[in-house]
Structure formats: C-alpha cells, structure tokens
C-alpha cells in the first residue's frame, strides 16, 4: 500500500483537482439552473458512477485503448461532443423556449420531478462516460501514487474512488450554491426562460469546447 506521506501527497492533488471547474462540474450546473436541487444531485450522482466505471476501466486497462488507438479516443470523444450538443438543443427546444407554454406557471407533478431526475442520473452517466479524457486522467495521474509491490488493482481502485468522491463534494457546493438562483428562475415565466437559455447554451457550449479543445 502507499506510504502515509505519498497518500497525503494524493489527497491534497486529488483535492486541488477536484475544485477545478471542468466538463462533469459545468453539466451539474446547468441541470442544476434547469431543474433545481433535486436534478443537480442526480445528475452529480450519474457523473460520479461514471467516474468510478472510468476508474475501474483504468484499473483494468481497457482505458489503455484510449492512449494508443487514435481512433478509439476520436471516436468516444466526438460522440461526447454531439451528446453534449444534443443535449443543450433539446433543452433549448423541448423546454418551451421556441414555443412558450403555459407550463412556466405550473409546479411539476411528483412522477414529472421523478422521471427528470432518473433522466438527470442517465445523462449525467453518459456525458462523463463519453468523456476521454476523464479516463485519461485517471492513467496518468493514479499510478503516480501506486507502490507497485501491493495489490495494484485495489489501490487504483481505492484513489480512483477518493477523487470521485473529491470531485462529487466540489458538484455537491456546485449545487448549493446554484440551487437559490433555481429557485429564482423558476418562480419567474421569463426568469425560467431565460435560465432554460442559459443552461442549453451552456451544454452545447460545453460540447464546442470539448470539440475544439486538444
């Protein structure tokens, strides 16, 4: 296992990582503007299964595909990047944003709340899964901390589960800090619009971004 001064290393990079903003933290905050509290945690949950399947593809190597086939991380990455895109249309489409309805002014039945909050959980699941780098990552920077003369798997396992459990907090102040702003915008028709915007723009923004970035 790793040594107690090479673990604190870990712990205070993992920590420092965490709170810098990226694809998984600005995805919590745009379904957390949309739909509130309740989608946010969702959604932070979904992005944290996902980190833990990308830790375990890592600790098996398959992420090792991703680093030598050039294709293999095109591929994922430009499925990501029309996901994404997808994602901020259909928001800014099916929301009401093209056609205003009356829907602003309703408060949503319980069943309507529990279906986007398992659509918040899939997509969350499926934005952080189609992201390579985030796979990437893990390959670089887990087995800096590794002693290999242990269990390897475990202990990827084990660091792999602390930064996703790091990233999952910064999502979680994400949201507390997102969810007044919510509230706000969807007590207002035209605030809730303008929020819908903000959020559709912001995922297919997002989705640019991962395109464009090298």
């Not at 673990?7 to 990079?13: E, I, M, Q, S």
């Not at 489409?93 to 309507?112: K, N, Q």
């Not at 990437?136 to 660091?159: H, R």
Request: glycine residues 12%; without cysteine; hydrophobic residues 50%.
């Amino acid at each position: 296992m790793t040594d107690p001064q090479t673990f604190l290393v870990f712990l205070t990079a993992a920590l420092g990582l965490a709170v810098m903003p990226g694809p998984g933290m600005v995805y919590v905050l745009a379904r957390t503007l949309r739909g509130g509290r309740r989608e946010g945690i969702f959604s932070a949950l979904g992005t944290s299964i996902a980190g833990l399947l990308h830790t375990l593809a890592a600790a098996l190597g398959i992420s090792v595909i991703l680093t030598t086939s050039a294709l293999a991380f095109s591929v994922v990455k430009w499925l990501g990047v029309i996901y994404l895109i997808y994602l901020g249309v259909r928001t800014l489409v099916s929301d009401g944003i093209v056609e205003p309805s009356s829907a602003d002014t309703l408060s949503p039945s319980p069943v309507s709340r529990g279906m986007a909050a398992q659509q918040a959980l899939r997509q969350g699941i499926i934005t952080e899964v189609l992201n390579p780098k985030t796979a990437l990552f893990f390959l670089a920077f887990i087995p800096q901390f590794i002693n290999p003369d242990g269990y390897v798997f475990w202990q990827f396992m084990l660091l792999g589960t602390i930064t996703t459990i790091f990233t999952s907090g910064m999502d979680i102040v994400v949201i507390t800090l997102a969810t007044p702003l919510s509230k706000r915008l969807q007590q207002r028709g035209g605030l809730a619009r303008a929020g819908r915007i903000g959020s559709g723009t912001a995922l297919i923004g997002l989705g640019v971004y991962v395109a464009i970035d090298r």
